[in-house]
């Protein structure tokens, strides 16, 4: 029902309005300091006059899971957590973890889907509404309780609001009916909703509950548990987003009406309408600007002095990704991300500003000349001076905010001598002078003319210029150095030749500085030259392959001075080089220690004394302390990749850059622009390269205790800092094992391996793009002492030796009795060694190797008793030579104890077993035992015997060709216990015996044919 007041009652409270508000201007402060989003000095509004939004996008390729983002939030700890129609991602800066729902995990995400998503910061839970329940993430053990139609009776799959009243009750709107949610118990009361379809809840600062509808805005009355209408004519009943910005001022997004402000005491609208009005999502950010995301028509800026700016998503130079904004949330640092559906997420930093100040619009004819900025410059009038390669001179008048053109006129002999400056100097008197292809020039601020200077020729080309005292030096393109003396005229001339004052080490010079010890350093194209003054000869540097303290290039660029007298060169494929007094050498930083570039085209200082180096692929700022090197491209607002040679240190500290995309200003307190300073976690463990407790985000503050062998540590860092995340350095101590800290640059992980036991503090530091620099993480831990260095180990090493000593002292009275019986184990062993050499002449054939005959009666009988006792068969074979006798009396006995020993050799490389046994029988005879044989295999050794037989050859001994045969007697028997041995002799060599008389070359078994 709408409210009413007397007419005295409203004058009474018009006025007390203003005599506070009044009040409040005339303390100038904020009545509550402790709010977290107050307005600070740092702040930065988006729309100020000299900041021009630079959208940045985060897509698939950033690791986004879905270009749908539905809802943003952001945790107590600085993360980032964005629900999208493809899951719900975790974002720290660099990495994107992504929660997707698992069809077989119950305890999982319910969804992929996710359509709204709330932040309870005071239980750092997550409840995430998505297309088939609630899923609530307690952040801290990373584990999620759901909530579906099926296992607590909520009204609907398809959730679309969710927020929390101050008695910590759960309030979800969805598709059919309004959720009440007892997070103790789990139980959910459901209410009727007009129209069904809830679109938004918020709970105002009367405590109230209020639903957006698809029928208008209520409340929910806790006595009548219904919802109630609040009486107001809105110029739609489709109620999006519902927000209090203002204390008792409700602000509504309207689809397809824009923006409805109510104020609660009166009941009175206030409508606002744009381009496109179906709102879909509202935020105002730190500065009181309204933005307004719409469904089709992109976002809405709308500034407290109500002007309106438009960021369509649409055309070709879009700012916007999308036209379709989801969600937004302005982070702590004051950081504006925009979710989009369908085109990922925007991210919009108020410090994050397009740098380029002057660029060439074809369409403006009073705008930057177009081509390469040789040369920056201010002059005492306070007027910009741009020389542009073959293109002029340009001056820009900052009150009047006109440039103006000079050119070459031939017709004008007070115009511009040359369209190409290359170099432009304010001397010492505030004159403005010029290097051209034409000499030295000029230029007359009171007739706004040039005039060549008659100190050189005017076909001289001036590549640089510089004063010392009242000298004047000049550096050209192919002529040396001129020095000119304004006192006297006089001119002298150093150049590179047969003839010089004072030699240098080229004709081609870049650049001159005369430093604050008065020396003179001249860069070439073929090194550096410096001229002391105590010296009238130049020294000169040049690139040295021995030594990286050496120049890493002889083509100097520029030289530059700091504030603190530090000579800083740039090179062309050299890198940046710092001359180091003491030494006499230099420093060089490379594109392999972070620098964007090898080709240095500038060197400027900033406010922080950090030292920015112009490239031709972006800016790198270099610390002079630490060393390390941030690098800015494009996409850090500097405008283009490639930089010429104009740069300049304006009297603000500002620092201009010229490229091919014309003039970047940066300012000079660039660590100043109000950043926050980063928050760093240890937000990853590693052992042995295997992630340990993956359930914790972070790790700070806490303690670990790993045993002796867990001595393999890896640690991952996060900083919370999203201004330029991936240019945050960090830096690194482990107590108790480091000596000093490490400077890590860019990298984000630190390894240790074999750590000795003991007790450890990891501190890591985050120093954000800015400079600015982070409190400490900090994580401790310990390694234990292993067993074998601990307290009792020890005792047992002091108690071995002791004993030790003793069995020393115990050793020593041996020594002499040892001494004594050495003598008589070498008597023993000498004994022995006979008795064994003559027990293996009394079993071994000298002549063959093989066993003799003696040696083969003990092994026969043997086995054939141990054949009669196991019941299994056993083989003899006897085989002899052929016309051995002829071989004797033929070639002689040499040969013949040559074909003995080949056969002995022969038929031992075919007996397949250890328990086979082969000796000499007498003569050219042999005999072989196989036990456990049955007569197909000692047919089987015999044929083997026989072909070994045949391949051996005697060409060495015999010119005539010699094949050796042999005849084989086989018996193969199981006997019993009345066989005899002497049966199982008689009958191979019965079987030899018929072998021989039957031709010879071939076995007979014993009671069968012979075969050949």
């Keep these: 029902?709408?409210?009413?007041?007397?007419?005295?009652?409203?004058?009474?409270?018009?006025?007390?309005?203003?005599?506070?508000?009044?009040?409040?201007?005339?303390?100038?402060?904020?009545?509550?300091?402790?709010?977290?989003?107050?307005?600070?000095?740092?702040?930065?509004?988006?729309?100020?006059?000299?900041?021009?939004?630079?959208?940045?996008?985060?897509?698939?390729?950033?690791?986004?899971?879905?270009?749908?983002?539905?809802?943003?939030?952001?945790?107590?700890?600085?993360?980032?957590?964005?629900?999208?129609?493809?899951?719900?991602?975790?974002?720290?800066?660099?990495?994107?973890?992504?929660?997707?729902?698992?069809?077989?995990?119950?305890?999982?995400?319910?969804?992929?889907?996710?359509?709204?998503?709330?932040?309870?910061e005071a239980l750092h839970q997550l409840w995430i509404g998505t297309y088939q329940g609630i899923s609530m993430l307690s952040i801290h053990d990373n584990h999620f309780t759901n909530f579906t139609v099926d296992s607590h009776g909520l009204s609907n799959s398809i959730v679309i609001a969710i927020t929390k009243s101050s008695d910590g009750t759960i309030w979800a709107g969805t598709m059919n009916g309004l959720n009440k949610i007892d997070q103790e118990s789990g139980k959910i009361s459901v209410y009727e909703v007009p129209g069904n379809v809830i679109r938004d809840l918020f709970i105002d600062s009367k405590n109230r509950l209020l639903v957006g509808t698809h029928k208008g805005l209520y409340y929910f009355d806790d006595k009548k548990e219904e919802l109630i209408p609040l009486e107001v004519d809105l110029p739609s009943p489709?109620?999006?987003?519902?927000?209090?910005?203002?204390?008792?001022?409700?602000?509504?997004?309207?689809?397809?009406?824009?923006?409805?402000?109510?104020?609660?005491?009166?009941?009175?609208?206030?409508?606002?309408?744009?381009?496109?009005?179906?709102?879909?999502?509202?935020?105002?950010?730190?500065?009181?600007i309204l933005w307004v995301g719409t469904w089709g028509g992109g976002l809405f800026a709308e500034a407290p002095d109500g002007e309106v700016y438009h960021f369509s998503g649409e055309g070709e130079n879009k700012e916007l990704e999308h036209p379709v904004i989801y969600s937004l949330l302005q982070d702590h640092s004051g950081i504006l991300w925009i979710g989009t559906n369908g085109g990922g997420i925007n991210k919009l930093n108020p410090r994050q500003n397009n740098y380029v100040a002057f660029s060439h619009d074809p369409e403006n004819p009073s705008s930057l000349s177009a081509g390469k900025i040789n040369s920056i410059i201010r002059d005492a009038q306070g007027q910009l001076w741009i020389a542009v390669y073959n293109n002029g001179l340009n001056r820009y008048d900052p009150i009047k905010k006109k440039m103006h053109h000079y050119f070459h006129d031939p017709e004008d002999p007070t115009s511009l001598p040359s369209d190409n400056i290359v170099t432009m100097h304010l001397d010492h008197a505030g004159n403005l002078l010029l290097g051209s292809n034409a000499g030295l020039i000029q230029y007359d601020d009171t007739s706004d003319d040039f005039q060549s200077l008659p100190y050189f020729d005017e076909d001289l080309l001036v590549y640089s210029i510089e004063e010392q005292d009242h000298y004047l030096w000049i550096g050209t393109y192919n002529d040396g150095v001129y020095r000119y003396n304004r006192n006297t005229e006089e001119t002298s001339h150093y150049y590179y030749g047969p003839s010089f004052d004072a030699i240098i080490s080229d004709n081609l010079v870049y650049d001159i500085l005369v430093d604050s010890q008065d020396r003179v350093w001249i860069g070439t194209n073929n090194g550096l030259n410096v001229l002391s003054?105590?010296?009238?000869?130049?020294?000169?540097?040049?690139?040295?392959?021995?030594?990286?303290?050496?120049?890493?290039?002889?083509?100097?660029?520029?030289?530059?001075?700091?504030?603190?007298?530090?000579?800083?060169?740039?090179?062309?494929?050299?890198?940046?080089?710092?001359?180091?007094?003491?030494?006499?050498?230099?420093?060089?930083?490379?594109?392999?220690?972070?620098?964007?570039?090898?080709?240095?085209?500038?060197?400027?200082?900033?406010?922080?004394?950090?030292?920015?180096?112009?490239?031709?692929?972006?800016?790198?700022?270099?610390?002079?302390?630490r060393k390390d090197i941030i690098t800015l491209s494009p996409q850090d607002g500097i405008g283009g990749w490639e930089f010429n040679s104009g740069h300049f240190r304006d009297t603000d500290g500002s620092l201009f850059f010229g490229g091919v995309h014309g003039i970047s200003i940066i300012p000079g307190n660039f660590s100043g622009t109000g950043s926050t300073a980063p928050i760093v976690y240890i937000s990853s463990?590693?052992?042995?390269?295997?992630?340990?407790?993956?359930?914790?985000?972070?790790?700070?503050?806490?303690?670990?205790?790993?045993?002796?062998?867990?001595?393999?540590?890896?640690?991952?860092?996060?900083?919370?800092?999203?201004?330029?995340?991936?240019?945050?350095?960090?830096?690194?101590?482990?107590?108790?094992?480091?000596?000093?800290?490490?400077?890590?640059?860019?990298?984000?992980?630190?390894?240790?391996?074999?750590?000795?036991?003991?007790?450890?503090?990891?501190?890591?530091?985050?120093?954000?793009?800015?400079?600015?620099?982070?409190?400490?993480?900090?994580?401790?831990?310990?390694?234990?002492?292993?067993?074998?260095?601990?307290?009792?180990?020890?005792?047992?090493?002091?108690?071995?030796?002791?004993?030790?000593?003793?069995?020393?002292?115990?050793?020593?009275?041996?020594?002499?009795?040892?001494?004594?019986?050495?003598?008589?184990?070498?008597?023993?062993?000498?004994?022995?060694?006979?008795?064994?050499?003559?027990?293996?002449?009394?079993?071994?054939?000298?002549?063959?190797?093989?066993?003799?005959?003696?040696?083969?009666?003990?092994?026969?009988?043997?086995?054939?008793?141990l054949s009669k006792r196991s019941k299994r068969p056993i083989s003899l074979l006897m085989f002899d030579i052929d016309h051995f006798k002829n071989i004797n009396d033929t070639f002689g006995h040499i040969v013949g104890d040559e074909v003995l020993k080949q056969i002995g050799k022969a038929a031992k490389e075919v007996l397949p077993?250890?328990?086979?046994?082969?000796?000499?029988?007498?003569?050219?005879?042999?005999?072989?035992?196989?036990?456990?044989?049955?007569?197909?295999?000692?047919?089987?050794?015999?044929?083997?015997?026989?072909?070994?037989?045949?391949?051996?050859?005697?060409?060495?001994?015999?010119?005539?060709?010699?094949?050796?045969?042999?005849?084989?007697?086989?018996?193969?028997?199981?006997?019993?216990e009345k066989t005899h041995l002497t049966e199982l002799i008689q009958s191979a060599d019965q079987a030899l015996y018929q072998s021989k008389t039957k031709g010879r070359n071939r076995m007979t078994i014993f009671g069968k044919n012979s075969k050949k």
């Design 533 to 625: 003054p105590e010296s009238d000869k130049f020294k000169t540097y040049k690139r040295g392959s021995a030594s990286s303290y050496q120049l890493a290039s002889n083509t100097i660029r520029v030289v530059y001075e700091d504030s603190k007298g530090n000579i800083w060169i740039g090179l062309v494929g050299g890198g940046l080089a710092l001359y180091q007094e003491e030494t006499d050498d230099f420093k060089t930083f490379l594109e392999q220690d972070g620098l964007s570039s090898n080709t240095i085209t500038g060197i400027l200082e900033d406010q922080e004394g950090r030292i920015w180096a112009a490239t031709h692929d972006g800016i790198s700022i270099v610390d002079p302390v």
């Design 238 to 288: 489709y109620v999006m987003v519902v927000e209090e910005f203002t204390e008792g001022i409700l602000t509504l997004g309207l689809w397809d009406g824009g923006v409805v402000r109510i104020d609660m005491d009166d009941y009175s609208l206030t409508h606002h309408e744009y381009d496109h009005n179906d709102v879909y999502t509202l935020y105002k950010t730190h500065d009181h």
């Design 685 to 865: 463990i590693e052992l042995f390269q295997n992630q340990i407790a993956s359930e914790k985000m972070f790790f700070n503050a806490q303690h670990l205790d790993f045993n002796a062998q867990e001595n393999f540590l890896g640690f991952q860092f996060a900083a919370i800092d999203y201004d330029a995340p991936d240019k945050t350095r960090f830096s690194y101590y482990l107590e108790g094992f480091d000596a000093d800290w490490i400077h890590a640059g860019s990298r984000d992980y630190a390894t240790y391996s074999n750590l000795p036991p003991g007790q450890y503090k990891l501190h890591v530091l985050a120093e954000n793009v800015h400079g600015i620099v982070s409190e400490p993480a900090v994580f401790s831990f310990s390694i234990a002492t292993p067993w074998h260095l601990s307290t009792f180990a020890f005792l047992l090493y002091v108690t071995f030796f002791i004993l030790l000593l003793m069995g020393a002292f115990k050793l020593r009275e041996t020594r002499l009795v040892r001494q004594r019986n050495s003598i008589l184990a070498a008597l023993n062993l000498q004994l022995e060694e006979a008795n064994q050499k003559l027990e293996t002449m009394s079993t071994t054939d000298s002549l063959t190797g093989l066993f003799n005959r003696r040696y083969f009666d003990t092994v026969l009988e043997d086995q054939f008793q």
């Design 913 to 976: 077993r250890n328990t086979d046994f082969i000796a000499r029988y007498g003569g050219d005879e042999f005999a072989v035992v196989l036990y456990d044989t049955q007569e197909k295999g000692a047919i089987t050794v015999a044929q083997r015997i026989m072909d070994n037989a045949t391949h051996i050859q005697l060409d060495a001994l015999v010119n005539a060709s010699l094949m050796i045969t042999v005849s084989i007697g086989i018996c193969s028997i199981v006997p019993d």
């Design 1 to 120: 029902m709408k409210q009413t007041y007397p007419v005295i009652q409203k004058i009474t409270l018009q006025f007390l309005y203003i005599c506070f508000f009044i009040l409040f201007l005339a303390s100038f402060s904020y009545a509550d300091d402790d709010i977290s989003y107050a307005i600070s000095d740092n702040d930065l509004s988006f729309l100020r006059e000299d900041f021009s939004p630079h959208f940045e996008l985060l897509d698939r390729n950033s690791g986004l899971s879905n270009l749908s983002v539905s809802s943003i939030a952001q945790d107590r700890y600085g993360f980032l957590w964005f629900a999208t129609q493809g899951g719900l991602n975790l974002y720290d800066g660099r990495r994107i973890s992504t929660y997707r729902h698992n069809p077989f995990d119950d305890e999982g995400l319910v969804h992929n889907l996710i359509q709204t998503m709330y932040y309870d």
